[in-house]
């Protein structure tokens, strides 16, 4: 199933289950970091989208999406996936397979 015709079929379910075609074309085209763009281990929310600023001595400060600064050991940080594997359908096809990718 990839045209949003055939995710009609799951009704209200299917933004959760799969992008739009629109969706997927932005995500594509989206400027993506690969090198500072992580998911970082944090206390309310078991894992947040950051961005790295800084490394030194096994630690790591990472700008949060919500704006807050966290500084982590090198352990509670996890390198992002791009974009476009956002709600893929086949988990083997990531860049990154761990646990906040998967969540």
Known sequence: ???????????EAAPYL???EKER????NKPFDAKT???VAEPK?????G????REGG???????????LTVKEDQVFPMNPPKFDKIEDMAMMTH???PAVL
């Open 25 to 28: 074309i932005e995500a594509q």
């Open 37 to 39: 763009s992580v998911f």
């Open 18 to 20: 799969r992008k739009s």
């Open 45 to 49: 929310e078991s894992f947040v989208k």
């Open 51 to 54: 961005t790295v600023q800084s």
């Open 97 to 99: 397979l761990h646990e």
């Open 59 to 69: 630690k790591v400060t990472v700008k949060t999406e919500a704006g807050a600064t």
């Open 1 to 11: 199933m990839s045209s949003d015709q055939e995710m009609a079929i799951f009704g």
